[in-house]
């Protein structure tokens, strides 16, 4: 009888073949496996909440209780807004998992997503109809957010908003054709001044000290003699100043609740001695942060994660704008090298943990939300090396910590994206490697260089500023610093570029909506010349832009009186200091962008309509029109030839990257043209998320041979997946062309490796080599996918046994099994690009 | 009527004592915890299905 194989299930064997999940989980130590098995998964699985995982009731009746109970208060709404968020970090529940060092999370329990119903009665309504996510007994919870929800009807942000937008751009901008997000500054993107608050020199009650300082000077002048209006606005000023104060005083309330939890725990329930000891060391670590500043290694990530769980107590806030290396890493080396009070691996416990802490957020979101941003619950992509402000290379020994704690926990959110610069060592770069060949898809790759130049280029940050960047969200850079760092970056400046070049067809009639959002434009048929259709190409960008800007910069105006942020502006230097809230415009240098979406299809689409329809004749207009409005039925073979016969942009072909280059020049010009509530630019960013698919049945049939349905593009200036025929070089000389620095904010570039021609030390050698050409060539970020076709293919057909396989989509990564069918078959089909 | 500080769950706050601690263990699916919710002393704990009488 033959033997059954016994199956080898050492590290070395899973490693050997490619299974780096199974090796990781035999590498990490048991605290992590345990930390990293608790958590629940948050990200959206095809738009729907994975099962189990459901909407936090609690902190919307506490919301909704002390909105009542103040609704006859005088005081103003800022005041009120702080004691909302004060009653519920007063009230709501808190836990401690066994075995972890570090506490406190967004919602009540570990498996609930935090719900503000105060923001949007839309998303309220979402709530409500989505009954896989309410509690149990579904009936009568449904009853329960029913009376929330009417009680916010009319008083929620965007209810409050809505009204005093333009309704013409309002009702184009909701339709959910060209933009993506709603313009509500505690919806978004929230960037933090961490000079300010996370440099160890101040702590809440350093911060409530110069409130109390402030509050009193201000109260003494305007009760002298004499009248003017610096003293009348000097009302609004003791408010926000107070407002700031109660946020502070409830944040330090919570954290001693932590304290208590864990001393209780220890004292009364637990027995385990070392557990004991554990608990005791988390109650003095929230005794002591946030209220003074930490001290060790494990009070800094506390601390950081008081700060996050209160922003997004506040604000409903999608990405996760953080340097940790960078805040924490003088605390690592104090722990670790100088005081050795913390060994390397007890280190990795905690920095793991720290990613744990924050994969597990979420926030409960609408359906369009979780649908671009498939498997997770926003982008949290934390920044990494770099340089300080005086330009040192500022890796350090913590960088390495995380590149090697983030292959034993294989989250999939957070992801890293690290600034390169040529002074980076070579160490740093084997560790960033070998987080990429272990299939992580991260860390992406930043041009330090070129970057810190586009911030000066575009925003006018100073260099010491510009210097001091993190990721306000995938792609685009934002200085950590008083003037400099942007409190909300509003979704809705999103644009779903593909709707450009439809438009051009449709003279801005959009078929999918059924609504006129773009601009009219000639009969596309009466447009004799290339230039003339370049021409109402350029009026459809200008026009589809201008509708996302200016809503965005009447929801900034709008933001310090209708939706503040009291606890944002008391963590902001620029807020102590005036008193105003800190998304007040004039207070902030500005660092808008625009998001371009589904942008490459422009490129490929004005190339195949200037060769085939002005240059060869080989069609008319008026043919490729009613191919078009057909969706290419009936059409095939002609639609073969715009895919085959038509130049593609990332093949160093100058006729197509040329386009690329006016398209970008006239976007560039045009940015200068919208200008922020604060004065700055509106550059463009191209990139897409996983955009490319949620917008697959809105985008029509395109000039490039795409129809209906099909997915589109999935980077901002990645080629369309397949059409790269002319190798890696290529695609990077056509990226390379494009000038990084005042081209556009940035560009997304994924790239697919074989994992196999790049396993040991010649395939490190050869993806060096590569990346010395992309960063000869100045182009400012690139990330890759290193997971081989049978894997993807064989998860899935069997995902169960593929759970853990992690994946680059586009500005951020995610579990395969966790993202539509349609955006697997769209990886997989991406190129893969062979080196050397 | 039954009250929370006649819970054995129930942890008064030192300098508070007419508010305390609801402190419970949870084991969900994934994770074992201790959760910790802010109840009042006097708070009617007839209907609380996790009431335990403190041992005297």
Redesign the interface.
Known sequence: MAQAAIKDTSVEAFEKKQEWWWAAEKKRSGRLD?LR????KKGAIGGLYAP?VKVDLERAKLTTQKAKELEASPDPYVIKFAKMFAHVL??K??????RAQLVGYTGS???TMAWDPSCASILNEEAFNDPTAIPDPVEENQQVIRDINNYWIGKSDLDKMMPVFDMEDLMKMLSGSIGWGVPLARGGYSNKDYEYIMTGKRAFEDVIKELDKKIDETDIAVHQPGADASIASMYDKLNNWEAMKITLEAGIRIAK?YA??AR??AE??EDDPQRKEELLKIAETCERVPAKPPRTLQESFQYDIFIQMMSRTEAIEGAWPARPDYYHGPYYDKDVNINKTLTKEEALDLVGEFMIRAAEVCQFKPKWSREGLQGIDGTWVWTMGGVDAKGRDACNDLTIAFMQAARLVRVANPTFAFRWHPKVSDEVMREIFECIRQGLGYPAIRHDPVLIANSMHWHGHPIEEARLWVHQACLSPCPTTKKGYQPMRMANATANCAKIIEYVFTSGFDPVVNMQVGAETPDVTTLDNFEEFFAAWTEQMKTIFSILVRAVNRARMLAPTLTPRPFLSAISERSIESGLDTCEPSIARGNAWVTAFTWVENIDSLAAVKKLIYEEKKYTMGELKEALSKNWEGYEEMRLDFVRNAPKWGNDDDYVDDIMLRCLDTVAKFSKELKCPSGNNWPILPENVSGNIHYANIVGALPNGRRLGDALYDGGISPGPGLDKSGPTAVLKSCGKIDHITGGRAFLLNQRLSPTQLAGEKGYQLWRAYMRTWADLGIDHIQFNMVDDKTLRTAQKDPEKYQEVIVRVAGYSAHFVDISRKTQDNIIQRTVQGLG | MTTCQECKRF?P?EEDPAHG?C?Q??V???????????VKAEDDAGACDSFQKREQ
């Open positions: 345990y098995k608790a958590i629940w189990g007063d009230n529940s808190i836990f401690i998992t066994d329990l570990p498996h609740r208590r939890l209780i725990i009364s329930l | 942890f706050v601690d402190v263990r949870v969900d699916p994934r994770q074992a915890y201790y959760m910790a919710k802010s």
